[in-house]
């Protein structure tokens, strides 16, 4: 009889696993830095600097690379949380199931459903002729609420990143193939 060896070879779903980690990683590190980094920075500047800034900053952010790990994290959760399954349901499945829940409510909708509207609202805020009282009620309106939905979702974007990591750090259903040696 020929000797059968198992071997851990990268599948699919593996590597589907490594690159939603590096997505997530990408976007809940954005979130991350720019509460600790940006927010601090900007509440020390005056009302027309800030509504200006983050007027600019929204417009730019708005690209590939900005998508490619906020969309795509998105889409690559739910796809190796699937990927995944098993008829055992083994805790990597669990474990990317919540995390899928965890950034599809805490980052993904908090961003669509509530920073996205006050994005917008500032967008159509025009600068150049508002009065001083103007600008100091549009920052009101639009600071302490975006600032406080960032801190949401970044919190649920690390909650995710770390669920994420303990999937990876778990077994898997058994999908390692035989391979025979002769």
Known sequence: MTPVKTTNMPTISHIMLIITAITTALISGLF??????????????????????????NRA?????????FIGTALLLPLSTWLHYSP???????????????YLAGTFGVTM?????L?????????SSASVQELAA????????????????????????????LACLSPAAATTRPVVYR
């Open 32 to 57: 991350y830095a720019w509460s600790c980094s940006v927010v601090p920075g900007l509440a020390r500047v005056s009302d027309s600097t800030y509504l200006e800034t983050m007027q600019q900053i």
């Open 119 to 127: 994005n917008d609202m500032l967008d159509a805020f025009n600068l």
């Open 113 to 117: 459903f509530g920073n996205v509207p």
């Open 88 to 102: 055992e349901l083994n805790a990597r499945f669990w474990l990317l199931l919540l995390a899928s829940v965890v």
């Open 138 to 165: 549009q920052r009101a309106r639009f600071e302490v609420p975006w600032n406080n939905l960032n801190i949401i979702r970044t919190i649920a974007g690390i909650v995710t990143l770390i669920l994420i990591i």
């Open 61 to 69: 952010i708005l690209n590939p690379v900005f998508f490619m790990s």
